[in-house]
């Protein structure tokens, strides 16, 4: 006997909901992969690059049904000024997206407990780079609080002009549903390329969100560089900046000049449960 699907509204609830458990399992491969490589000494940077990368590929499968899933304030934002999406719901995205890294954290924080007192007794920035990004990744490479916010405008505009070709559905949109796993290849690719400045946070949800995790649970420097600067807000700012420069990149020097897929459709948009992030 057949059977058909019953079709909900979505509500602002669900696609928060799904947001969050989206930026949540991202956060867990994420987080949970440094903290092996750094405190267990298990892996490399190109593990932690994968696992970053399946991590978000897994989080898009998760969220990606109700919202596309952005899983990034940053990404958020550009749609919302590049595509057509909604700026009520920008707030709620990014505070849901934000909750669902900073609880992730937590998790990796519990689980590693052990290991990371062993390795770091003092919870200092040998080991707060677990959570949350630094300018040379804590060591002295010459890059400080500029180099990073320079680096993460740069990282964040590949990911964002990528995103958008990879979704358009006027481009050459991959098909059965492997957007999420070329998404997350995208990320892998940044990561083993765009790694050394500034730890490709990319995405300012995955940074504070963690590094907030971090600095209740006993990392007292955590919102300051291994110089003493202020640091915490540049994987905020700078990935926002960089994700609009990425979309403006895209749309000015190949989405206008595509041709439109439907009639019906406005120039240049991309259907919302169509974006991923």
């Known amino acids: 006997m057949a059977t058909t699907e019953t079709v909900k509204a979505k509500t602002l609830l669900g696609e928060c909901s799904a947001e969050f458990l989206g930026t949540f399992i991202l956060i867990l491969f994420g987080v949970?992969?440094?903290?092996?490589?750094?405190?267990?000494?298990?892996?490399?940077?190109?593990?932690?690059?994968?696992?970053?990368?399946?991590?978000?590929?897994?989080?898009?499968?998760?969220?990606?049904?109700?919202?596309?899933?952005?899983?990034?304030?940053?990404?958020?934002?550009?749609?919302?000024?590049?595509?057509?999406?909604?700026?009520?719901?920008?707030?709620?995205?990014?505070?849901?997206?934000?909750?669902?890294?900073?609880?992730?954290?937590?998790?990796?924080?519990?689980?590693?407990t052990e290991a990371l007192n062993k390795f770091d007794p003092g919870l200092t920035r040998k080991s707060q780079i677990v959570f949350s990004t630094l300018p040379g990744n804590g060591a002295d490479i010459g890059v400080h609080l500029w180099g990073g916010f320079r680096d993460q405008i740069i990282g964040t505009a590949i990911l964002m002009l990528l995103i958008l070709a990879i979704t358009d559905l006027r481009n050459t949109a991959p098909a059965a549903n492997l957007a999420p796993f070329i998404v997350g290849l995208v990320v892998v690719g940044i990561g083993m390329a765009w790694g050394t400045n500034a730890g490709y946070a990319i995405n300012p949800a995955r940074d504070f969100g963690p590094r907030l995790a971090s600095f209740i649970t006993g990392y007292g420097g955590a919102f300051k560089d291994q110089f003493g600067e202020v640091y915490f807000w540049v994987p905020i700012v700078a990935p926002i900046l960089g994700a609009l420069l990425g979309a403006l990149i895209y749309d000015q020097l190949v989405g206008r000049f595509l041709p439109i897929a439907d009639e019906d459709e406005e120039p240049g948009r991309i259907p919302e449960e169509d974006t991923t992030a």
């Open 32 to 112: 949970g992969v440094v903290a092996q490589v750094v405190a267990g000494g298990i892996g490399n940077h190109d593990s932690i690059a994968w696992a970053w990368g399946l991590g978000v590929t897994l989080g898009i499968y998760v969220a990606g049904r109700m919202t596309g899933a952005h899983l990034n304030p940053a990404v958020t934002i550009a749609l919302a000024a590049f595509r057509g999406f909604s700026w009520r719901k920008v707030a709620p995205y990014a505070l849901a997206q934000f909750l669902g890294a900073f609880l992730a954290a937590l998790v990796v924080r519990w689980n590693y």
